[in-house]
């Protein structure tokens, strides 16, 4: 299985109604990808207050489990979206214990290591 993901859904013209993934990790993120053809699709988050364009081609990382998001309809076109996500219970199953949420620190030190590399290799030249 070539996927850090465990699980993989195909989403053909639907209309996705607000709801959380009950079998997802909290402290994991979703990866949806949005496809298809001449459609102006909204991701809807409603405990942000959010709605967030998802046209063809748009690519959103998103705790399923905790935040809770719908699709509702879209005026034309057709639209796929591929789904990805990991179920607590396959992680049960194989023993391996669930990763902590992530914080903005770990992204901020990545940030800051990549910086620094960049400028030490500049240095060099």
């Known amino acids: 299985w070539p996927s ?3 699980g993989l859904e195909i ?7 607000s709801h959380k993934d009950a079998g997802g990790s909290p402290s994991l993120l ?3 990808v949005s496809l298809g053809s001449n459609h102006h699709a909204t991701l809807a988050l409603a405990d942000l207050n959010a709605e967030l364009d998802y046209s063809p081609g748009t690519m959103v ?11 509702g309809p879209w005026p034309n076109g057709e639209r796929f979206v591929i789904a990805h996500f990991m179920k607590d219970a396959v992680h049960n199953r194989v ?3 669930r990763p ?9 030190e990545l ?11 500049r240095g060099r030249n």
């Open 61 to 71: 990382y998103i705790s399923g489990r905790v935040l809770e998001h719908s699709v």
């Open 30 to 32: 979703d990866l949806l």
């Open 95 to 97: 023993g391996v214990p």
């Open 111 to 121: 940030v800051g290591r990549r910086q620094k590399g960049k400028r030490q290799k």
């Open 100 to 108: 902590g949420f992530p914080m903005q620190s770990f992204f901020l």
């Open 4 to 6: 850090i993901f465990s």
């Open 11 to 17: 989403i053909a013209n639907r209309v996705t109604f």
